[in-house]
């Protein structure tokens, strides 16, 4: 399964921005992570493509959503209310499993796409 990441960019706080992850292929779950460097890899959000079902780190809940569009094999992740501590590098990941929140569990991996948002 290969994955693309997109989207990412230079924002101010409060902004908007869409990322979006394309896959080769359907998964059973894609997840969103994030890194800022010299720090592990952060659970952002995830979402099992048969019945949509979404998951999301507290830091983001209410800010952030995660979405599929079966038809295209994408998935995207639009952030709103960006702050930020939002600042990190964001991949997109895909497993065969159902989607858990622990990178270990998310075998494909696609090349990040830098977010910095400035206060």
């Known amino acids: 399964v290969q994955l693309q990441a997109s989207g990412g960019g230079l924002m101010q706080a409060g902004d908007s921005l869409r990322l979006s992850c394309a896959a080769s292929a359907r998964t059973l779950s894609v997840g969103w992570f994030r890194q800022v460097s010299g720090k592990e890899r952060e659970f952002v959000a995830a979402i099992g493509w048969s019945l949509g079902r979404t998951y999301y780190a507290d830091s983001v809940k209410g800010r952030f959503t995660i979405s599929r569009d079966n038809a295209k094999n994408m998935v995207y992740l639009q952030m709103n209310s960006l702050r930020p501590e939002d600042t990190a590098v964001y991949y997109c990941?895909?497993?065969?499993?159902?989607?858990?929140?622990?990178?270990?569990?998310?075998?494909?991996w696609g090349q990040g796409t830098q977010v910095t948002v400035s206060s």
């Open positions: 990941s895909a497993s065969y499993e159902i989607p858990i929140t622990n990178d270990r569990g998310y075998p494909y």
